[in-house]
C-alpha cells in the first residue's frame, strides 16, 4: 500500500496557478502568503461566487472553493494551521494526514491532488521538512477511506533547482523500496527516512544558519552550507525574518539555543546576523563564523577564527572538515 502511494506522488515544476488538477490543498498560516496569496487573489479577482471571499480558515478548520476557472485547478482545499512559528516537521506531517482524510471524506472522487512543499520557504531544513511531508501522506494510508482515495498527488515547486533536490529525495525513498517486502510495511531503511521524519525531527541535532536571506546569497546556503551540514547527519535550518508569521524573535532564539552549531555568515555586513551571533555568544553557544573573501569585518568579529572562502565550492569544502571534528551528540 505504502509502494503504491508513492508510485503515485511525483514533483513538478510549475506555477501553482497554472497546474491543472482537481484539487489543490493550500496552508493558510493564519495570514495569507507565498502560494495560498496568490491563488486566493485569483480566486477573488476572477470568480463571481461570494465563497472566494470566505474568511480564511482559523487553525484546524478548512474550507473547499470551486474556483470556477480562475486558476487551473477545479477546487481548492485551504486547510488552516497555526502560524509559521508554530509549524515545524510534526505540523507538516499531520497537515499532510489531514488534507488527504478530508478528501477521502468530501471529495471522494478525486483522482489528482496538487500541494505545494511546505518549511523550506521559511527555514526549516529541506529534506526533513518534505520526508515529513511524504510520511503524513503515508499516515493516512491507514485509513480505509483513503486507501480508497489514492489519488495522484503532485508535490509543485516553481524553483527548478528546488524541484530536482525534492525530486532526488523522492526517488531515494522509492529505491529504498525493496520489491519483495511486505504489503504494507516499508523496510528499515526508508523507515528512517519517512517513519521518524516529523514523528522524530525534535530530537535530531540541528544547525541554526545566520546569514541573509537574498537571492544572490542562496547558493551559497543550499551548496555550500546546507549540503556539508546534511552530510555531516545534522539538520540545516534558518528563518526568513521578511516572512515569518508569529514571534520570529523566539523562534530563532529557541533554535539557537537548542542547536548544536550557529553558522554565521558575515558576508554583507547584515544587521540581522551580528544580532543572532551576539546572541549565541550570550547564551554560550558554539558558532562558527563565516565570510567571502575580501568582506570588511566589523571590529567586534576581527578578534574571532572565521572561516573565509573564495567561492562555494571552497566554502563547502572548508566547512565540511569543520564539521567532521565536532563532538559527537
Known amino acids: 500500500m505504502y509502494r503504491h502511494l508513492l508510485d503515485n506522488l511525483s514533483v513538478a515544476h510549475a506555477d501553482i496557478l ?8 493550500l496552508k493558510h498560516a493564519q495570514s495569507f502568503m507565498g502560494a495560498d496569496s496568490a491563488v486566493m487573489t485569483a480566486l477573488r479577482a476572477n470568480t463571481r461566487e461570494p465563497q472566494a471571499a470566505v474568511n480564511a480558515p482559523a487553525s484546524g478548520e478548512h474550507v473547499l472553493l470551486a474556483t470556477e476557472g480562475a486558476i487551473a485547478a477545479r477546487f481548492v482545499l485551504l486547510i488552516g494551521v497555526n502560524y509559521l512559528s508554530n509549524f515545524g516537521y510534526a505540523e507538516i506531517r499531520e497537515f499532510a494526514c489531514r488534507a488527504l ?53 503532485s508535490v509543485v515547486e516553481r524553483n527548478a533547482d528546488r524541484t530536482e533536490r525534492l525530486g532526488l529525495i523522492l526517488k531515494d525513498t522509492l ?13 528499515a531503511q526508508s523507515a528512517s527516512l519517512v517513519v521518524d521524519a516529523g514523528a522524530k525531527s525534535d530530537l535530531k541535532p540541528h544547525v541554526f544558519v545566520a546569514m541573509p536571506y537574498s537571492e544572490d546569497m542562496e547558493d551559497v546556503y543550499i551548496f555550500g552550507i546546507q549540503g556539508p551540514v546534511n552530510s555531516a547527519g545534522l539538520l540545516c535550518e534558518r528563518v526568513d525574518m ?19 552549531l550557529t553558522i554565521a555568515d ?13 546572541y549565541a555568544w550570550g547564551r554560550g553557544r ?14 567586534d568579529v576581527r578578534g574571532q577564527r572565521i572561516l573565509l572562502y573564495k567561492n562555494i565550492s571552497d566554502l563547502a569544502k572548508k ?3 569543520d564539521l567532521s571534528q565536532l563532538p559527537p551528540e
Open 101 to 153: 482524510t478530508i478528501l477521502a471524506n468530501e471529495m471522494p472522487g478525486v483522482t489528482h491532488i496538487a500541494m505545494t512543499v511546505h518549511g523550506v520557504g521559511f527555514g526549516l531544513d529541506e529534506r526533513e521538512a518534505f520526508m515529513a511531508q511524504i510520511g503524513g501522506l503515508l499516515d493516512a494510508t491507514k485509513s480505509g477511506d483513503v486507501r480508497a482515495l489514492l489519488a495522484r498527488i
Open 18 to 25: 497554472a497546474f491543472p488538477c482537481d484539487v489543490l490543498v
Open 175 to 187: 529505491t529504498q523500496l525493496e520489491p519483495d517486502h511486505t504489503p504494507g510495511a516499508l523496510p
Open 319 to 321: 566547512l565540511e572538515c
Open 266 to 278: 558575515l558576508t554583507g555586513d547584515n544587521a540581522n546576523v551580528y544580532l543572532e551571533v551576539g
Open 242 to 260: 521578511t516572512t515569518f508569521t508569529g514571534n520570529v524573535l523566539e523562534r530563532i532564539k529557541s533554535r539557537i539555543e537548542t542547536a548544536v
Open 286 to 299: 558554539p558558532t562558527l563564523l563565516l565570510a567571502r573573501r575580501g568582506q570588511d569585518l566589523k571590529f
